[in-house]
């Protein structure tokens, strides 16, 4: 009777473990994204600058959920703008795919030849730095 207690008691923790499953790391991501400042910046729709960073890039603050090639003003390479026009929205598991190789997820996506503007791969970490924005973008104006 006893050992059947201690059986259950086992079974039951052994199930609890299995319930962490795999997520991007906001924190993480907020520290590997000093990667992405030389070229670009978060700033907030009301212009607080959450993190200072250069502008060769668009501004990423809000970037998951917002149209791919979709930040007024900036100039994008005709690939990022062909994704806009396919309607593709960035979301966690996009951005973490097309910040690994921007290059080849262009010519995934569009065919061979195409390439990004952007001249930086990130391979790993990326889930991490995808759910960082999420939480940036989601906490304010
Ligand atoms: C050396 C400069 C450089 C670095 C470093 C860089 N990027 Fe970029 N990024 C760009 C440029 C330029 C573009 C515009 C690409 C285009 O038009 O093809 C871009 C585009 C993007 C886009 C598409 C945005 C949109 O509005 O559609 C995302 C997402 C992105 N970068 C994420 C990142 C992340 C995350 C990092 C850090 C891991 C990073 N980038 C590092 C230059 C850079």
């Known amino acids: 009777m006893k050992n059947a207690l201690l059986i259950i008691t086992a079974f039951s923790l052994c199930l609890g473990a299995v319930g962490a499953m795999a997520e991007g790391d906001p924190v993480n991501g907020e520290d590997l994204f000093r990667n992405c400042l030389a070229c670009h910046e978060l700033k907030s729709a009301s212009g607080d600058r959450i993190r200072r960073g250069g502008r060769v890039g668009p501004n990423l603050f809000g970037v998951i959920g917002r149209p791919a090639g979709g930040l007024e003003g900036y100039r994008y ?29 262009m010519e995934e996506a ?22 960082y924005l999420a939480k940036i973008g989601k906490s304010g104006s």
């Not at 030849?113 to 790993?124: L, R």
């Open 77 to 105: 390479s005709d690939g990022l703008n062909a994704l806009n026009e396919m309607g593709l929205v960035w979301d966690e598991e996009q951005l973490t795919h097309f910040i690994a190789n921007p290059n080849s997820y």
């Open 110 to 131: 569009l065919g061979a030849g195409h390439i990004s503007k952007m001249p930086f791969a990130f391979p790993d970490g990326g889930a991490d730095i995808a759910a």
